[in-house]
């Protein structure tokens, strides 16, 4: 994936990112009275990478005052040594956004990188298959995650409570002598235009719900899925059949080949940092 996504951060919300790191102005720059001094900044990719958030973090450098530009946008794929950005100014603008610039490119690149090894072991399976990322995120990142999602070629299944249905065993808990076709009914009245998706984590619970339009299989095995499957398509169901909970890259492929065609997943949320390598250069010649 190569097409542009745009920032995921407006302008008030990078520059409370900066704030965060120099509200009090850079004590280090300014003590050694080198602010003024022009340079340059390049970001290489030291890991293997799909990168996310070039673009957020080359709006960093503009907030602060220098020149920059996005060298590789959000979902490109990088070997080790490909120049992701660089930016031009003075040391002082610089230094303001490095770390600030480098931290979000390196965790969202994590989490990018994450989703595109499950989407790639998800379409060996099956080219159609997709990959939906939960809004199990850490509070306060749901639009960079989102982002680094679809950077990685990878879907949201939920951006938050308000939009859609999704029914889990601590909510049927509180429905009181209620049948599960008579809750799905219920919930079609109540929201037309919506897909009622239930969440079971047994055989039985699947079966029972299968008048639903989504059915979310939770920590099943690959076989315990295709077990499902094979009795919901033996009834006659037609509901869509979703593996959530221990979707990773290693595990990707063999939910798809057990009949899932959605898989929903946390686990880039959680995902290692990609290393990003920082060179700074004076007069056109790289720093030590």
Excluded at 33 to 61: H, K, N, W, Y
Excluded at 256 to 283: C, E, M, N, W, Y
Aim: hydrophobic residues 45%.
């Amino acid at each position: 994936m190569t097409n542009t996504l745009p920032c995921a951060l407006d302008d008030h919300a990078l520059e409370h990112l900066l704030d965060e790191d120099v509200r009090f102005g850079d004590l280090t720059t300014e003590s050694l009275e080198i602010q003024a001094r022009p340079g340059a900044i390049r970001f290489f990719a030291r890991d293997a990478m799909t990168v996310c958030c070039s673009e957020e973090a080359a709006r960093l450098f503009t907030l602060c005052g220098a020149e920059a530009e996005v060298r590789a946008v959000s979902g490109t794929p990088a070997t080790p040594g490909v120049l992701l950005l660089e930016a031009t100014g003075s040391a002082g603008t610089l230094h303001r956004a490095w770390k600030t610039a480098q931290t979000l490119m390196e965790w969202s690149s994590g989490v990018a990188t994450s989703a595109a090894e499950i989407v790639a072991s998800a379409r060996r399976a099956d080219p159609q298959a997709i990959v939906a990322g939960t809004r199990k995120n850490t509070p306060g990142v749901r639009r960079l995650a989102s982002k680094a999602f679809r950077a990685g070629g990878a879907v949201m299944h939920r951006l938050g409570l308000s939009e859609t249905l999704l029914v889990f065993a601590e909510h049927r808990l509180f429905v009181d002598r209620e049948g599960p076709a008579e809750t799905v009914a219920r919930l079609r009245r109540q929201c037309p235009e919506k897909r009622v998706v239930v969440e079971v984590s047994t055989h039985a619970e699947a079966l029972a719900w299968a008048d639903c339009d989504v059915l979310q299989l939770e920590k099943f095995t690959p076989d315990g899925v295709a077990d499902v499957i094979a009795a919901l398509s033996a009834a006659g169901s037609t509901t869509l059949v979703a593996a959530a909970g221990g979707v990773h890259a290693g595990s990707a492929e063999d939910y798809v080949r057990a009949g899932a065609r959605l898989l929903v997943t946390s686990a880039p949320h959680f995902a290692k940092p990609r290393d990003v390598q920082v060179r700074f250069a004076i007069d056109g010649a790289d720093a030590a």
